[in-house]
């Protein structure tokens, strides 16, 4: 079964926050990040993921929601996202977002194209999949990087995964919107 409307609008509204809170993220890295070529890769991808979250908030409002209405997801996700942003450590932030956060969400869109119908979904599929091949040309930047600057190369391999299983623990993101029942009028 395909996804309604309002359940499409949920999730694009949940994916514009989760963009809008990477651009974000990257945004806070750039003055305490102390590599130029790092604060360079980062305002890149700052104003990629401003064009998602521009994109799926245009979307959800042809979704009939407000326009670029924005969905705070779930508080396990948010509370994950948050801890990579407090990294201090570079070749964590670096391996934490583009090893990831970025593969993590990633495979949310996947499941979200996997759940919605693709004809009748069809703007939302192009935005989602354009999305999704600059998520992973962001990562290919960010790793070639690291193999040219030797300290961004992650020493410890046991955090990494930590970090992968605490993003799959928290895969399903969207959270409800209450839908209120208009009060009925008394006979």
């Excluded at 409307?5 to 949940?14: C, G, P, W, Y």
């Excluded at 521009?54 to 994950?80: I, M």
């Excluded at 996997?114 to 962001?138: C, F, K, N, Q, Y």
């Amino acid at each position: 079964m395909s996804l309604t409307v309002r359940q499409r609008s949920q999730a694009l509204a949940t994916f514009r926050f989760v963009e809008t809170h990477l651009m974000e993220m990257l945004a806070r890295w750039v003055p305490a990040t102390p590599e130029m070529e790092v604060k360079v890769l980062f305002g890149e991808h700052i104003w990629d993921l401003a064009q998602h979250a521009d994109g799926l908030g245009k979307r959800t409002h042809e979704l009939r929601s407000p326009l670029h209405h924005t969905l705070r997801p779930v508080e396990a996700y948010v509370a994950h996202l948050d801890a990579v942003g407090a990294e201090t450590d570079t070749a964590k932030k670096l391996h934490g977002f583009y090893d990831v956060i970025l593969p993590g969400l990633n495979a949310r869109y996947e499941s979200y194209l996997g759940s919605t119908d693709s004809l009748l979904d069809a703007p939302s599929v192009r935005l989602v999949e354009s999305i999704m091949g600059d998520h992973l040309r962001m990562t290919a930047g960010s790793r070639r990087l690291r193999d040219e600057i030797e300290h961004l190369h992650l020493r410890e391999r046991e955090w990494l995964d930590r970090l992968r299983r605490a993003d799959a623990a928290a895969f399903a993101i969207v959270a409800r919107e209450d839908v209120a029942q208009p009060a009925r009028a008394a006979s």
